[in-house]
């Protein structure tokens, strides 16, 4: 049986969404609404009020709502209870939560906790309303150092994935979030966190971004993940040779031959991306 969580971390100075709902006040200025007085939510729509759908997987809905307690506006992820007892996701769920849990980088979707109640579990989120993929309509109006930025904005989100021993296993421009010209990977309902020289061997992404290994039912590791990056890098279409040679490397058959993420961020070509980086206040 799946454990009836009811945690949820209210933002703080420091993680706080930028997004907050706002009145006009008598000078016609913008001003926080002030929260609803704080009382028991024994469901999650009477604790979170939607206002946009934001999208479907597999198994779950995600919303972007409104939290009535903070007037913060965050995506929220349901999956219904008959759902997870149904597909027998219980496992899959909590390992989601307890690798989300673990998590704190400026290009990963903030995870603020997750609530539940008779009916749903609501795994609550960082709210991005655009993504790589929504972007790909857009490539011939985005120049080549935007794209670098990108570019190194996922390498920097999954070398700090890879570190901590975690495969993500459903790498797509779909999952690939943006917030304010900036990367945040989401989607970690498949992710795992890989003991020392563990390997897995079960099939599941999404097949035009599957390295070989997996999409063959053989053995794979973090360097699963580098194929598909390899592939998302290519949909980018940078003209630098560097960035075409980081492509092919990453899109060996042989994962033995791929290279690791992280070797990746010290290129040259990432050094002016760096220093505009570093003047920003994006965090």
């Not at 409104?66 to 209870?81: G, H, L, P, S």
């Not at 849990?101 to 903030?110: E, F, R």
Request: with cysteine; charged share 25%.
């Amino acid at each position: 049986m799946l454990t009836n969580y009811t945690y949820f971390r209210m933002p703080t100075q420091e993680n706080r969404q930028p997004y907050i709902l706002t009145t006009k006040n008598n000078n016609n200025r913008s001003v926080p609404l002030p929260p609803t007085p704080r009382r028991e939510y024994s469901q999650i729509s009477s604790r979170f009020q939607k206002i946009k759908f934001l999208g479907k997987g597999k198994y779950s809905d995600v919303y972007m709502a409104v939290d009535r307690v903070t007037n913060c506006i965050f995506a929220i992820k349901i999956i219904k209870k008959s759902i997870i007892n149904q597909f027998n996701l219980s496992k899959l769920l909590t390992q989601e939560i307890k690798i989300l849990s673990q998590l704190s980088h400026p290009n990963i979707m903030k995870f603020y906790g997750v609530i539940s109640d008779d009916k749903e579990v609501a795994i609550i989120l960082e709210c991005c309303e655009s993504s790589l993929y929504k972007l790909y309509d857009k490539l011939d109006q985005i120049n080549e150092e935007q794209k670098l930025q990108i570019i190194f904005e996922i390498l920097q989100a999954f070398s700090y994935l890879h570190d901590k021993s975690i495969l993500h296993r459903d790498v797509k421009p779909e999952n690939i979030m943006m917030i304010q010209n900036h990367i945040k990977v989401g989607d970690f309902g498949l992710a795992i966190k890989l003991k020392t020289k563990e390997k897995m061997k079960a099939i599941c992404g999404t097949p035009q971004y599957m390295a070989p290994e997996v999409f063959k039912g053989l053995e794979y590791d973090i360097k699963a993940d580098c194929y598909s990056l390899g592939v998302i890098i290519e949909e980018l279409k940078c003209k630098s040779s560097e960035i075409r040679n980081m492509v092919h490397i990453f899109k060996q058959n042989d994962y033995n031959l791929r290279g690791n993420v992280k070797d990746f961020l010290q290129l040259k070509i990432f050094s002016k991306v760096k220093q505009l980086l570093s003047q920003t206040i994006f965090k």
